[in-house]
């Protein structure tokens, strides 16, 4: 039962709003990503606990990486 | 005695400072100059040229210091040899060609229509313009202004209708920085929310060779076609070159950075010095104005349309907003494009899917004013 966050789109992560552990409820902001000097939130797909972080602020990520796991 | 000389010497001095010969154009040009320095600085209205055009406009209108003197004035030598001489321009899209990145255009090549269809504004305006009283070259370089682009209508004002480069610059830069105002309204009268809400299929990948080969080929086919557009696009394409080449990174860092800023640096001052007050208080420039607004959005709608159109033909329909950023205003129209996709559905991330056409109205501008040179040149 465990879902990925992925990158929509490819660029820079330039806030990271959960920790490990964090309860969480889908559509809530994980992340914002910054693309072409505009700032864009990525939201949580489902509720449960954060199980893991794998990008951190400062990250340039392309679009399909993994973000985060929530289990 | 031998004063007298003396203040005869500092009265002929008073005679030689420009006050007396100052007009009341003058200084409504400096107010003109002034409004469009606040606009970039405050604003951040494309503070990159409007910045220095403001200031190259209170230059033009200072009298007796000649800036502008054909032959001796340094503001004409800039003018004369970085934009008469065609210079600035194709070097600013050797900079933008080492920026773009034709990924998202490469990956879904429909989207060219967009980029196509989007430059009918400059079509329409074109003969619009002609029909309100302006010469034929007058209006392509007024029509130029939909294209949303900075150095192709430089470019092309510059040679057909060098009159008028001051107020379509002006124009063009001005409406590219209020793309996020113009667009939205069009937008919501033209699609509907679910429309907005579309989600784009995940796009293929693309592999590093087709995004190699694709400066090259597109070289070759539209110097071929449109042998008038070759100074703007072989120094676009060099420049994507040079980036997806991957092995000459210390010319594409050059051509994205320093060759790019001190261009850009070089292409305003010298625009903003050509609008003398003779020349740009005249009934003429309110019309160019708001027919380069008409432009802009007429590009939109007919963007939007044409999406629309597509998508009845369409098994898996793209979002119709894609068809506003064939508009190319890089990448202001892309990122609208995006607001109002995500204002439909917060989880809809249009950007990347948006630089296709956005990157593709490039080309269009470049090849619509290709096609005025050679037919009007």
Known sequence: ?71 | MTDIPMIEKLLSLTATTGFLHLTPGMLIMWAIGITLIYLAIAKEYEPLLLLPIGFGILLANLPLADLMKPDEGLLWKFYHFGIQWEIIPPLIFLGLGALTDFGPLLARPSLIFLGAGAQAGVYFTFFFAHLMGFSIQEAAGIGIIGGADGPTTIFLTTKLAPHLLGSCAVAAYSYMALVPIIQPPIMKLLTTPEERGIRMKKSRKVKPLEKLLFPIVSTLVIILLVPASAPLISMFMIGNLFREAKVVERLTHAAQNELLNIVTLFLGLPVGATMNAENFLQPRVIFIFCLGLFAFMISTATGLLLAKAMNLFLKDKINPLLGAAGVSAVPMAARVVHKMGAEADKKNYLLMYAMGPNVAGVIGTVIAAGIFLTLLG
Request: negative net charge.
């Open chain 1, 1 to 71: 039962m465990s879902e990925e966050i992925l990158a929509p789109l490819a660029g820079k992560i330039v806030k990271s709003l959960l920790k490990v552990g964090d309860k969480v409820e889908e559509d809530a902001e994980a992340f914002i990503v910054e693309a072409m000097k505009m700032e864009t939130p990525v939201y949580v797909p489902c509720d449960g606990t954060v199980q893991s972080i794998n990008a951190k602020v400062g990250d340039e990520v392309a679009e399909d990486d993994l973000l985060a796991v929530i289990e």
